[in-house]
């Protein structure tokens, strides 16, 4: 596609349950982002993958979450035994080089 | 105290005013200045992007930055409807292994009206 993809679109789930969220980065794009944008509350850091450079992690906020990104294209972020307050609009965005930032529409992750 | 500080308003002006959206901010690391406009349920979408101090304009858009001052300001001249959205101002740090880490105000919502 012409964009960055994320799926599923909208995610609901019950406290305590392990969600997967899909990142399909522009195709030949070599960095991808993650972050977290909260009600009320500007985009957060989570992590980064750039070529075959270890990821930063510096931003997950903790050990439930975690990223990987295979073949160096589809990224899957997972959070583990979902939290109410992990509600949020999770983004992905990939780039070619240091900027810009393409992102994608997010995932609308609600717990409830 | 946030790193990057920006007013949420929400902001509304008549169609054809020049609106001016303002971010200031703490560490003097930063280097790399962004706006990005978010419409409602999309990702956020760069506008404009400057390195360091002084002015860059295109089209419409005018981004200003003064690390004097640690304050940085995006001005819409003309204002239209469709420019009703989400303005979220960046920043980075230059250099290094940092870059993917973009620190984003908290956004101000405009809308402009007929």
């Known amino acids: 596609g012409a964009g960055v993809s994320q799926s599923p679109s909208n995610k609901v789930t019950e406290k305590g349950k392990d969600v997967e969220l899909r990142c399909d980065p522009i195709s030949g794009h070599t960095a991808l982002y993650w972050y977290r944008q909260s009600l009320g509350q500007g985009l957060e850091f989570l992590i980064y993958?750039?070529?075959?450079?270890?990821?930063?992690k510096s931003g997950l906020p903790s050990d439930r979450f975690s990223a990987e990104r295979t073949g160096g294209s589809v990224s899957t972020l997972t959070i583990q035994r979902t939290q109410q307050e992990d509600s949020a609009v999770y983004l992905c965005a990939s780039s070619l080089g240091r900027l810009p930032l393409h992102f994608g529409n997010g995932t609308r992750l609600t717990v409830t | 105290q946030k790193e990057v500080e920006q007013d949420p308003g929400p902001l509304s002006v008549p169609e054809g005013a020049i609106v001016s959206l303002n971010c200031t901010y703490s560490?003097?690391?930063?280097?790399?200045f962004m706006w990005y406009r978010q419409y409602s349920r999309k990702g956020p979408e760069l506008l404009m992007y400057?390195?360091?101090?002084g002015n860059k304009e295109d089209g419409r858009f005018t981004a200003q930055v003064d690390k004097s001052s640690k304050y940085i300001s995006l001005f819409i001249r003309d204002s239209q409807p469709s420019d009703s959205a989400t303005y979220l101002c960046a920043m980075r740090y230059a250099g290094g292994t940092s870059y993917g880490k973009l620190t984003f105000g908290q956004g101000t919502i405009l809308t402009v009206h007929p």
């Open positions: 400057t390195y360091s101090s």
């Open positions: 560490n003097s690391a930063f280097q790399y």
């Open positions: 993958f750039q070529g075959n450079s270890a990821p930063d």
